[in-house]
């Protein structure tokens, strides 16, 4: 496996993603804004179908889609703020619509295909460059401003008060979202990124009992979703975001059922 060029690629720009992703993903449902990486990663499919029918890299159509969008729901969000989640479902249903009618005119649907659910082989030297680049830009952002984030996280008013500039800090996120969602749409897929931005972070909540605990088993439970759902997707000639994505929901399963079964038998021991 690891004899291919793809594979290495692909085993590289999958690990930085499974870390950047359940970063982004903490804050985001901690935020209670999990639906907006929803909203950019099927808005991010007009983004690629620019791409695509203009000749430029989808990825970069999928960014520049991902940033405008994401900016134009915090801008809603703060113009009606008892429709929270109208903002998202209006900017989702606009991106939805224009990627369908792109897809038309779109050369090539299994290239178009590729994005939706995702291609270990499609994974560049270009695309390496570029997630590491914005990989340094999170593991930054989430350790310099990793008491803003966590003031947010518990409280946004009582953030403020702690002389939190919420607004900046907001910003920053949803800029370092609309990239990562874009650039995950190549290995997990368009369709799929969202998934895994919520279910490492919702494992980790059943289990975690602080945000630094939440933080750190998001990200290992990113890692090794991440990695097996490559492995998986090369052997079995899967979809590799289907097999993160199975692997994620398997996961969760487990980490319930031991929960309970635990709980169940401290119950019975203490009586």
Do not use: W
């Not at 989640?85 to 050369?107: H, R």
């Not at 570029?130 to 946004?156: C, E, K, P, R, T």
Request: proline share 2%; hydrophobic share 55%; charged share 10%.
């Amino acid at each position: 496996m690891l004899q291919f060029d793809f594979m290495r690629r692909a085993l590289v720009a999958g690990f930085l993603l499974s870390i950047m992703i359940p970063l982004i993903g903490v804050v985001l449902v901690n935020r209670k804004t999990s639906m907006l990486g929803d909203a950019l990663s099927h808005t991010s499919l007009a983004g690629v179908g620019m791409g695509l029918i203009l000749g430029f890299d989808p990825v970069m159509g999928a960014i520049i889609i991902c940033i405008v969008s994401a900016f134009a729901i915090e801008a809603i969000r703060k113009k009606f703020p008892q429709y929270g989640d109208m903002a998202t479902a209006v900017i989702m249903s606009t991106g939805l619509g224009l990627a369908a009618i792109l897809s038309d005119f779109a050369p090539g649907g299994n290239n178009f295909e590729s994005y939706l659910f995702g291609s270990i082989s499609s994974v560049t030297n270009q695309d390496l460059i570029n997630v590491s680049i914005v990989a340094l830009l999170v593991f930054f952002i989430s350790l310099v401003y990793y008491g803003a984030l966590l003031d947010i996280s518990i409280d946004v008013n009582l953030a403020r008060i702690a002389g939190v500039k919420v607004k900046r800090i907001n910003s920053m996120i949803t800029f370092l979202a609309a990239i990562t969602v874009a650039m995950a749409c190549k290995i997990v897929g368009a369709l799929l990124v969202a998934s895994l931005i919520v279910l490492p972070v919702a494992t980790s909540l059943i289990i975690a009992r602080s945000y630094k605990q939440t933080m750190l088993l998001s990200i290992i439970l990113g890692v090794l979703y991440t990695m097996m759902g490559i492995v998986i997707s090369y052997h079995f000639d899967l979809k590799p975001g289907g097999a993160i994505v199975i692997n994620s929901v398997v996961g969760m399963i487990i980490v319930v059922v031991y929960k309970k079964i635990r709980y169940s038998y401290l119950d019975k021991f203490l009586i």
